[in-house]
């Protein structure tokens, strides 16, 4: 125990918490935060928005598997939290933010820069902290810390009033974390363990649903040994995307409104889904009353609220995953002995599907260049240890569908919240977490113009990462759906950023290097200049063709029997006997 | 649809009727009736909450309830039964 104000208090903390980086911005009411910070081991990286600092630690918790911290001042500094905050509770990533707020005597007489940041994020945050008395800094510090990596991971909120930093105080930090009224379980029930073994053994159309919580839960090698053993399909959604390799024959890959035809028809179609860290999201179900609808469901989650919540579930599973899915494999031996049922034409109908309908894309015919095939070449040249964060948008859905994702934690996107301007933080933040890897941001011209000064942070403090912008100069996926749902009525979707703004001018302003490419035959010369440079962060822009779209496409709100490959063309289902 | 009442313990810290309060609203749930009051134990109050729902519904507002850190224990009183169903910390899935 030693004396020293709130702010050392909370420095001290952070330190104690194994807290290595984190991003910010300092202001008044979280300035006597910033002298201990001047001098402690944390790396502090002065971002130039907020929102940055927020997606910068998601994006380093996503690859890191550690928690992200992100530090603001009051009032506008919290506010501009709310959207990355939003996000990681959405998408389950463990960040914990500490905000500045006014004095606790002027808290509730609208002071300057007043904002009541922990009303604003009680709705999403996994939980949060109002500070007023210095002594409960290191406590409230190590239980966000443990409330935001446990359980389901999410984001934690601090609020500390700025005398409370001030003040003088003794610093214990805590050695364990109690809390009443939050235990997350982790280890999984045997009875529910055999009930799923059972049903897998009984099932002859099982398929496994995997979503972004085997990846939250480090479980993808006993996926892996879970899916071999019984020879059955997997699908990866969106948040998924690498927790089962891409290469592998089993893999099906992504299901939802764009996914592949062999995916989302085996969710439609199979007796059973092994559900492993998913949430039935409607952009996965389609229509849910039309989902599925002769499957049984196994559901395992270590989130009891996200069981049964849009699907009831036949078995449900509560636990953490690693623990459930290592339990499960003797399970499954042991059931699989006793009765294995003959998966060969399940696999060969699923595999006819996924031969017949591949994501494909066709070549422009005027020679401009086509996004996909950037997109493409990207990952082949690139390779899959790379790191990959994306926008929100077309270019999201084909960077999700076009590059082959072979390991955990190589695919960062907003799922959930579908955050445009998440790219370009988010590489950063993946960038800072794991140094010796390339990591490219593929963004959209409309997401990169809403966060791109992130990258004069990435140039100063020599965060050199690579955006590549799929620059189509339009909000690619509402035109694609005012091209398909309102005849072509393009109302406010065209950006005309192939005029303004100059973005390789523009990267270059920011201490990046600027590249740009329109031609098919330049991308691979392009790509590989900008993989050359490793000291400097770089731009691409490739100016793509506007009028391609995401297919295949289940429409927002009907079943996923509805599937169209293309524009009014659904799969030939005639040689299907599904 | 039958009523149903739930006694909720939470901790006596500010700020925890917002967030029960605030999970209803958000998750469009319907609140019948609410009290707050102490226990015995000066750390924690005792919420009432009366509910129009059923269910699978009431199933979902137990359990988003219970991963409200401040939430100690759910319990459903039931009307015309002695015992009372006890949701602990985790609900209880395994039948």
Same mark, same amino acid.
């Given at each position: 125990?030693?004396?020293?104000?709130?702010?050392?208090?909370?420095?001290?903390?952070?330190?104690?918490?194994?807290?290595?980086?984190?991003?910010?911005?300092?202001?008044?009411?979280?300035?006597?935060?910033?002298?201990?910070?001047?001098?402690?081991?944390?790396?502090?990286?002065?971002?130039?928005?907020?929102?940055?600092?927020?997606?910068?630690?998601?994006?380093?918790?996503?690859?890191?598997?550690?928690?992200?911290?992100?530090?603001?001042?009051?009032?506008?500094?919290?506010?501009?939290?709310?959207?990355?905050?939003?996000?990681?509770?959405?998408?389950?990533?463990?960040?914990?933010?500490?905000?500045?707020?006014?004095?606790?005597?002027?808290?509730?007489?609208?002071?300057?820069?007043?904002?009541?940041?922990?009303?604003?994020?009680?709705?999403?945050?996994?939980?949060?902290?109002?500070?007023?008395?210095?002594?409960?800094?290191?406590?409230?510090?190590?239980?966000?810390?443990?409330?935001?990596?446990?359980?389901?991971?999410?984001?934690?909120?601090?609020?500390?009033?700025?005398?409370?930093?001030?003040?003088?105080?003794?610093?214990?930090?805590?050695?364990?974390?109690?809390?009443?009224?939050?235990?997350?379980?982790?280890?999984?029930?045997?009875?529910?363990?055999?009930?799923?073994?059972?049903?897998?053994?009984?099932?002859?159309?099982?398929?496994?649903?995997?979503?972004?919580?085997?990846?939250?839960?480090?479980?993808?090698?006993?996926?892996?040994?879970?899916?071999?053993?019984?020879?059955?399909?997997?699908?990866?959604?969106?948040?998924?995307?690498?927790?089962?390799?891409?290469?592998?024959?089993?893999?099906?890959?992504?299901?939802?409104?764009?996914?592949?035809?062999?995916?989302?028809?085996?969710?439609?179609?199979?007796?059973?889904?092994?559900?492993?860290?998913?949430?039935?999201?409607?952009?996965?179900?389609?229509?849910?009353?039309?989902?599925?609808?002769?499957?049984?469901?196994?559901?395992?989650?270590?989130?009891?609220?996200?069981?049964?919540?849009?699907?009831?579930?036949?078995?449900?599973?509560?636990?953490?995953?690693?623990?459930?899915?290592?339990?499960?494999?003797?399970?499954?031996?042991?059931?699989?002995?006793?009765?294995?049922?003959?998966?060969?034409?399940?696999?060969?109908?699923?595999?006819?599907?996924?031969?017949?309908?591949?994501?494909?894309?066709?070549?422009?015919?005027?020679?401009?260049?086509?996004?996909?095939?950037?997109?493409?070449?990207?990952?082949?040249?690139?390779?899959?240890?790379?790191?990959?964060?994306?926008?929100?948008?077309?270019?999201?859905?084909?960077?999700?569908?076009?590059?082959?994702?072979?390991?955990?934690?190589?695919?960062?996107?907003?799922?959930?919240?579908?955050?445009?301007?998440?790219?370009?933080?988010?590489?950063?933040?993946?960038?800072?977490?794991?140094?010796?890897?390339?990591?490219?941001?593929?963004?959209?011209?409309?997401?990169?113009?809403?966060?791109?000064?992130?990258?004069?942070?990435?140039?100063?403090?020599?965060?050199?990462?690579?955006?590549?912008?799929?620059?189509?100069?339009?909000?690619?996926?509402?035109?694609?759906?005012?091209?398909?749902?309102?005849?072509?009525?393009?109302?406010?979707?065209?950006?005309?950023?192939?005029?303004?703004?100059?973005?390789?001018?523009?990267?270059?302003?920011?201490?990046?290097?600027?590249?740009?490419?329109?031609?098919?035959?330049?991308?691979?010369?392009?790509?590989?200049?900008?993989?050359?440079?490793?000291?400097?962060?770089?731009?691409?822009?490739?100016?793509?063709?506007?009028?391609?779209?995401?297919?295949?496409?289940?429409?927002?709100?009907?079943?996923?029997?509805?599937?169209?490959?293309?524009?009014?063309?659904?799969?030939?289902?005639?040689?299907?006997?599904? | 649809?039958?009523?149903?009442?739930? *006694?909720?313990? @939470?901790?006596?810290?500010?700020? &925890? /009727?917002?967030? +029960?309060?605030?999970?209803?609203?958000?998750?469009?749930?319907?609140?019948?009736?609410?009290?707050?009051?102490?226990?015995?134990?000066?750390?924690?109050?005792?919420? *009432?909450?009366? @509910?129009?729902?059923?269910?699978? &519904? /009431?199933?979902? +507002?137990?359990?988003?309830?219970?991963?409200?850190?401040?939430?100690?224990?759910?319990?459903?009183?039931?009307?015309?039964?002695?015992?009372?169903?006890?949701?602990?910390?985790?609900?209880?899935?395994?039948?």
């Amino acid at each position: 125990m030693s004396a020293m104000n709130g702010a050392s208090s909370l420095v001290a903390s952070l330190e104690a918490a194994g807290v290595d980086v984190m991003f910010g911005i300092p202001g008044g009411a979280i300035l006597p935060a910033y002298d201990p910070i001047f001098s402690s081991s944390i790396r502090h990286i002065l971002v130039r928005h907020e929102q940055g600092a927020g997606h910068a630690a998601t994006g380093y918790a996503q690859v890191t598997g550690r928690v992200g911290v992100c530090i603001a001042t009051s009032g506008p500094g919290a506010t501009n939290l709310v959207t990355p905050l939003a996000d990681a509770a959405m998408d389950s990533v463990p960040v914990v933010a500490i905000t500045g707020q006014v004095p606790s005597l002027a808290i509730g007489t609208d002071a300057f820069q007043e904002a009541d940041i922990r009303g604003i994020t009680m709705p999403f945050a996994k939980h949060n902290y109002l500070i007023t008395d210095p002594a409960d800094i290191p406590r409230a510090i190590a239980e966000a810390f443990h409330i935001a990596s446990t359980g389901r991971p999410g984001p934690v909120l601090v609020d500390i009033a700025k005398d409370a930093l001030q003040k003088m105080t003794d610093f214990n930090y805590p050695t364990s974390v109690s809390l009443k009224g939050y235990q997350p379980r982790t280890i999984t029930c045997a009875e529910s363990i055999t009930d799923a073994a059972d049903l897998i053994a009984q099932s002859s159309k099982p398929v496994f649903y995997v979503g972004g919580g085997v990846i939250k839960a480090n479980a993808s090698r006993e996926l892996f040994e879970l899916a071999q053993l019984l020879g059955a399909p997997v699908v990866t959604t969106l948040m998924a995307r690498g927790a089962f390799p891409d290469s592998h024959p089993l893999n099906l890959g992504m299901p939802g409104m764009h996914g592949t035809v062999a995916a989302v028809t085996a969710l439609q179609k199979a007796d059973l889904l092994i559900t492993l860290g998913a949430r039935f999201d409607d952009r996965v179900t389609g229509k849910l009353s039309t989902f599925a609808v002769n499957a049984k469901v196994i559901h395992a989650d270590v989130d009891p609220a996200e069981i049964g919540k849009n699907r009831f579930a036949d078995v449900p599973v509560l636990g953490d995953l690693k623990h459930t899915i290592t339990a499960l494999i003797p399970a499954l031996k042991e059931s699989l002995a006793k009765n294995r049922p003959d998966l060969t034409p399940w696999l060969r109908q699923m595999n006819s599907l996924k031969t017949t309908y591949p994501v494909g894309y066709d070549i422009p015919t005027d020679g401009s260049l086509s996004p996909q095939y950037v997109i493409e070449r990207l990952g082949k040249i690139s390779g899959p240890q790379t790191i990959f964060a994306s926008g929100v948008g077309q270019h999201q859905m084909w960077a999700s569908q076009f590059i082959s994702y072979e390991y955990p934690r190589t695919w960062l996107n907003s799922g959930g919240l579908g955050t445009m301007g998440y790219a370009v933080p988010a590489a950063m933040g993946a960038k800072v977490g794991a140094p010796d890897t390339t990591v490219w941001a593929i963004d959209g011209d409309g997401c990169f113009q809403m966060t791109n000064q992130e990258l004069t942070t990435c140039a100063l403090n020599n965060i050199p990462i690579k955006v590549a912008i799929i620059n189509n100069e339009s909000l690619g996926m509402v035109r694609q759906w005012q091209t398909l749902f309102y005849e072509g009525r393009y109302s406010n979707t065209n950006l005309e950023s192939k005029r303004v703004p100059n973005f390789p001018m523009l990267a270059e302003a920011m201490g990046c290097i600027g590249l740009s490419c329109d031609r098919p035959e330049d991308v691979d010369a392009t790509i590989e200049k900008a993989m050359s440079s490793d000291n400097q962060p770089v731009v691409v822009d490739f100016r793509v063709n506007r009028d391609a779209m995401v297919w295949p496409m289940v429409a927002a709100g009907t079943s996923n029997d509805e599937i169209m490959i293309a524009r009014e063309t659904a799969p030939d289902w005639g040689s299907q006997e599904l | 649809m039958a009523q149903h009442t739930l *006694e909720v313990i @939470v901790e006596n810290s500010p700020g &925890v /009727l917002a967030r +029960v309060a605030g999970l209803f609203a958000r998750r469009a749930y319907n609140i019948e009736r609410l009290s707050v009051g102490p226990t015995s134990n000066p750390e924690t109050s005792k919420m *009432e909450i009366v @509910v129009n729902l059923d269910g699978h &519904v /009431l199933e979902q +507002v137990i359990a988003q309830l219970d991963k409200l850190v401040n939430v100690i224990s759910i319990i459903e009183i039931l009307p015309d039964e002695v015992q009372p169903i006890v949701h602990d910390t985790q609900p209880d899935y395994q039948n």
